[in-house]
């Protein structure tokens, strides 16, 4: 069997495990805490549309440009704000961020008609955008690189989590206090963790729990060499890693937008008994990230290929439960092989963290999860609801439902050309670290 020689960024590091390890958790539970902010701060309007069609008699157009107008942002600005992020400093920005959108947040509960609202939403938009890139530049900093999948896939899995608590805690709120009330709890909390991390992370500190492949690369440190921006597309295997994320996030965006109106079409469900179901669907999905991504850290520790592997084996499990599920009658049994499926949706997303921080240069990793989150975004999150409307359309919403999985092949086959390139992409950025010094 032939094998590659890997540099020491892939392999288990004996010094690694002797570094503290407290302090590298504080780091994860606050900016993963701050990851949920940002998910309630954003998906909490979802559960107060009702009140504020009521109180300003809004349109459902207008509704839902108060939750388009952030994604809008988001995809926007995701990469160039990462860019700089790496130049101005990841601590800085994320407590810059975070103070942002809460403030924002803020503006959004005292707002005194749609045009304030709308505002306030874009600001929210505005500090949200590339939160999720930094952060997970940050957290993945102070962890080895073979539990890079696991906390990849957490991470990623806040953004369900979130989405879960904003709208199930806001809608409470909102029934008992109000809806301003629901908003301005979302920002209190926003700003609470955000004084928290900027007394706990500091540069400083985060510096001294680096693992080897983390070079020093913040403004004032003594490692001044940032990597070139063309170094996060000059390989296919990093290319293949965007694409093949992007495609699989195709499906769980699509679950967790239709989903609701499918359980109320074709299983006369209300749509509280809707709500509550899609809910559990969006937690199988946020739960699959983070066990997906712990089982591809254990099978590839002494082989990290192996993440190409058990992302492709994620993508079929996925495409062969959902394109089952929606074959067989509606029906209890169908729902649980729906749900098996949802688990297995973005079951790549923690590997594909884990290959991008692997193939990008610490100087530039941060843009790196940009890129990603932008594939994850136009791909996925934006292509997949939208495509999938379309079909319905013309098809119904069960038949788009039943072909949507195939954007599975796609996702697999992008994945084993990363695989097959992955060695030589290696080699590619070993080479930026023999760089001739300054």
């Given at each position: 069997?032939?094998?590659?020689?890997?540099?020491?960024?892939?392999?288990?590091?004996?010094?690694?495990?002797?570094?503290?390890?407290?302090?590298?958790?504080?780091?994860?539970?606050?900016?993963?805490?701050?990851?949920?902010?940002?998910?309630?701060?954003?998906?909490?309007?979802?559960?107060?549309?009702?009140?504020?069609?009521?109180?300003?008699?809004?349109?459902?157009?207008?509704?839902?440009?108060?939750?388009?107008?952030?994604?809008?942002?988001?995809?926007?600005?995701?990469?160039?704000?990462s860019v700089l992020a790496d130049r101005w400093g990841r601590v800085r920005s994320l407590v810059l961020m975070a103070t942002i959108w809460s403030l924002a947040t803020v503006l959004c509960a005292i707002a005194a008609d749609y045009g304030q609202l709308l505002g306030a939403?874009?600001?929210?938009?505005?500090?949200?955008?590339?939160?999720?890139?930094?952060?997970?530049?940050?957290?993945?900093?102070?962890?080895?690189?073979?539990?890079?999948?696991?906390?990849?896939?957490?991470?990623?899995?806040?953004?369900?989590?979130?989405?879960?608590?904003?709208?199930?805690?806001?809608?409470?709120?909102?029934?008992?206090?109000?809806?301003?009330?629901?908003?301005?709890?979302?920002?209190?909390?926003?700003?609470?963790?955000?004084?928290?991390?900027?007394?706990?992370?500091?540069?400083?500190?985060?510096?001294?729990?680096?693992?080897?492949?983390?070079?020093?690369?913040?403004?004032?440190?003594?490692?001044?060499?940032?990597?070139?921006?063309?170094?996060?597309?000059?390989?296919?295997?990093v290319l293949c890693a965007y694409v093949g994320s992007g495609l699989q996030m195709f499906v769980a965006a699509v679950l967790l937008a239709w989903t609701p109106s499918y359980l109320n079409r074709y299983h006369a469900m209300s749509p509280d008994a809707a709500g509550f179901v899609s809910a559990i669907l969006v937690l199988l999905i946020g739960a699959g990230m983070i066990v997906?991504?712990?089982?591809?850290?254990?099978?590839?520790?002494?082989?990290?290929?192996?993440?190409?592997?058990?992302?492709?084996?994620?993508?079929?499990?996925?495409?062969?439960?959902?394109?089952?599920?929606?074959?067989?009658?509606?029906?209890?049994?169908?729902?649980?092989?729906?749900?098996?499926?949802?688990?297995?949706?973005?079951?790549?997303?923690?590997?594909?963290?884990?290959?991008?921080?692997?193939?990008?240069?610490?100087?530039?990793?941060?843009?790196?999860?940009?890129?990603?989150?932008?594939?994850?975004?136009?791909?996925?999150?934006?292509?997949?609801?939208?495509?999938?409307?379309?079909?319905?359309?013309?098809?119904?919403?069960?038949?788009?439902?039943?072909?949507?999985?195939?954007?599975?092949?796609?996702?697999?086959?992008?994945?084993?050309?990363?695989?097959?390139?992955?060695?030589?992409?290696?080699?590619?950025?070993?080479?930026?670290?023999?760089?001739?010094?300054?």
């Amino acid at each position: 069997m032939k094998s590659h020689a890997l540099p020491a960024r892939e392999l288990p590091s004996g010094a690694a495990a002797a570094k503290p390890r407290i302090y590298p958790w504080v780091v994860f539970a606050l900016t993963f805490a701050l990851l949920l902010s940002d998910y309630m701060s954003r998906q909490v309007l979802n559960a107060v549309f009702p009140f504020l069609k009521a109180e300003w008699a809004l349109s459902d157009s207008q509704l839902a440009s108060l939750t388009s107008i952030v994604a809008m942002m988001v995809g926007l600005l995701t990469f160039p704000l990462s860019v700089l992020a790496d130049r101005w400093g990841r601590v800085r920005s994320l407590v810059l961020m975070a103070t942002i959108w809460s403030l924002a947040t803020v503006l959004c509960a005292i707002a005194a008609d749609y045009g304030q609202l709308l505002g306030a939403r874009f600001l929210v938009g505005v500090g949200e955008a590339a939160y999720g890139s930094v952060g997970i530049a940050v957290v993945l900093s102070v962890f080895a690189p073979h539990v890079r999948a696991t906390f990849g896939g957490a991470f990623m899995a806040g953004g369900s989590f979130g989405s879960t608590i904003g709208v199930a805690l806001g809608g409470f709120i909102a029934v008992h206090f109000g809806w301003r009330w629901a908003l301005a709890f979302m920002a209190v909390v926003g700003l609470v963790l955000v004084v928290l991390f900027r007394l706990v992370v500091t540069q400083r500190r985060l510096d001294q729990h680096r693992f080897e492949d983390e070079a020093a690369v913040e403004p004032g440190t003594n490692g001044g060499y940032r990597a070139p921006l063309s170094s996060l597309f000059s390989n296919a295997s990093v290319l293949c890693a965007y694409v093949g994320s992007g495609l699989q996030m195709f499906v769980a965006a699509v679950l967790l937008a239709w989903t609701p109106s499918y359980l109320n079409r074709y299983h006369a469900m209300s749509p509280d008994a809707a709500g509550f179901v899609s809910a559990i669907l969006v937690l199988l999905i946020g739960a699959g990230m983070i066990v997906c991504g712990v089982i591809t850290d254990r099978a590839s520790r002494r082989r990290p290929e192996r993440k190409w592997t058990t992302s492709i084996g994620y993508g079929a499990a996925a495409a062969v439960l959902l394109i089952t599920g929606f074959q067989l009658p509606e029906g209890v049994p169908q729902l649980v092989v729906i749900g098996c499926g949802a688990f297995f949706s973005a079951g790549a997303s923690g590997p594909a963290t884990a290959m991008v921080a692997n193939l990008t240069h610490a100087s530039v990793r941060a843009t790196g999860f940009g890129s990603l989150t932008l594939a994850n975004s136009l791909l996925g999150l934006a292509a997949g609801p939208f495509v999938v409307g379309l079909l319905a359309d013309r098809l119904g919403l069960l038949g788009a439902l039943q072909l949507a999985p195939l954007v599975y092949l796609g996702a697999i086959a992008a994945l084993l050309i990363g695989k097959r390139r992955y060695p030589d992409a290696l080699r590619r950025l070993a080479a930026l670290d023999r760089r001739p010094s300054a």
